[in-house]
């Protein structure tokens, strides 16, 4: 994907210490993080494969794994946790992968508008749209924390930030193929129905 291409290339250490420095969250504003709290609350399988889906989206936006892979990886999560409540462990470190890689997710693109790569629609000032951008991030890294703090739904959280990459790279609006997360819900209920039939991908 262009996005990946366009930004890996900046990131490295810069990337890293804007994560830590340039982007400030105190942990007052953000609450614990998973790891600081006691094991989270059990899921039903349906949210639990939700996160777990998300988690994957977000990998396929980085070219980590193929987009087309996405369906049978549900599936076969789904049946490695038995069709059944995932236990409190597997949901734990799920929950630090989720926040770990969403928040390099939205940090990456922060750091595509500060560091001037980002190509947005010309209807506006290039640092209107910045400045607006980089607000809305920061606001969505906090959701992203409070969702996976309290066992909410980090998927808006996911919506935005891809509709922000659109932004970044020219789209008013994302093209209907843009990427991966409008496709989210469907393909849930699209593994879930098969698993509840016994019948495979």
């Known amino acids: 994907m262009r996005f990946a291409s366009r930004l890996l290339p900046l990131a490295g250490a810069l990337l890293l210490s804007l994560s830590v ?56 999560q789904a049946l490695r946790w038995g069709k059944a409540t995932p236990p409190a462990e597997a949901l734990a470190e799920l929950d630090q992968q989720l926040l770990s890689e969403a928040s390099y997710y939205l940090v990456s693109l922060s750091y595509l508008v500060q560091v001037g790569g980002a190509a ?29 703090e309290t ?25 209907d193929d843009f990427g991966v997360f409008a496709e989210h819900d469907a393909l849930l209920d699209r593994v879930l129905n098969k698993l509840k039939r016994g019948t495979p991908t």
């Open 21 to 76: 420095a340039a982007l400030p969250l105190q942990a007052a504003d953000l609450g614990p993080t998973p790891s600081e709290q006691v094991a989270p609350a059990a899921l039903p399988l349906r949210e639990a494969l939700s996160r777990y889906l998300s988690l994957e989206m977000i990998r396929a936006t980085f070219d980590v794994v193929p987009r087309e892979e996405l369906g049978a990886a549900l599936e076969e």
């Open 151 to 175: 066992g909410g739904d980090v998927l808006p959280v996911l919506v935005e930030a891809e509709r922000i990459r659109a932004l970044t790279e020219g789209h008013a609006s994302a093209p």
């Open 120 to 148: 947005f629609p010309a209807d506006r000032a290039e640092m209107v749209y910045a400045n607006d951008t980089i607000s809305k991030l920061d606001d969505l890294r906090r959701q992203l924390f409070e969702a996976i």
